[in-house]
């Protein structure tokens, strides 16, 4: 490996680390209440592909999502492309974030504080919130793209596209 190449990954690793915080999944909004961002499941999945697909449209040509990038290199791009996306897809996110994250509290009041704190949240929130997401979901956003590819390729191959 040339040194050109290990101060690349060196680089990336860096990187990956100040976007790609380490962390159980919660995260502390700036008015102090936690949530949780769980994992993505179909409705989770379906409510970031309404953000991506209304959102980032216009951008999808410029930030490719690469399935063979090291994964590193993939969440940046993909954190990219949801930040990118909010300013088209306003209600989009605001939904999705609804959906993807889960109050950290058990008491009726602070419940309700939280909920009334996403319905317009604050930007380093949303950030933040994104942020945890990509560093739980970005091998599995990967993986998924590669065996989606893998299925295109082969429905090509006999044909069926």
């Known amino acids: 490996m040339s ?34 961002v769980n994992r993505l499941r179909l409705r989770e999945f379906l409510a970031l592909m309404k953000v991506v697909t209304r959102g980032a449209s216009p951008l999808m040509a410029q930030i490719q999502l690469n399935s063979t990038d090291d994964t590193a290199e993939f969440a940046k791009n993909f954190l990219s492309l949801l930040l990118f996306s909010i300013p088209e897809a306003e209600d989009e996110i605001v939904d999705f974030i609804r959906v993807v994250v889960t109050p950290e509290a058990n008491d009726p009041s602070t419940l309700l504080d939280i909920e009334a ?43 069926q596209v």
Request: charged letters at 25%; glycine letters at 6%.
């Open 3 to 36: 040194d050109k190449s290990v101060n690349k990954s060196a680089d990336l690793a860096e990187e990956a680390g100040t976007i790609l915080p380490e962390s159980d999944g919660s995260v502390t909004l700036l008015n102090g209440f936690k949530v949780t």
């Open 117 to 159: 704190s996403l319905d317009n949240p604050d930007l380093e929130d949303v950030v933040a919130i994104l942020e945890r997401l990509v560093a739980q979901e970005a091998d599995s956003v990967q993986s998924l793209g590669k065996r989606l590819s893998n299925l295109f390729n082969l429905a090509k191959k006999i044909g």
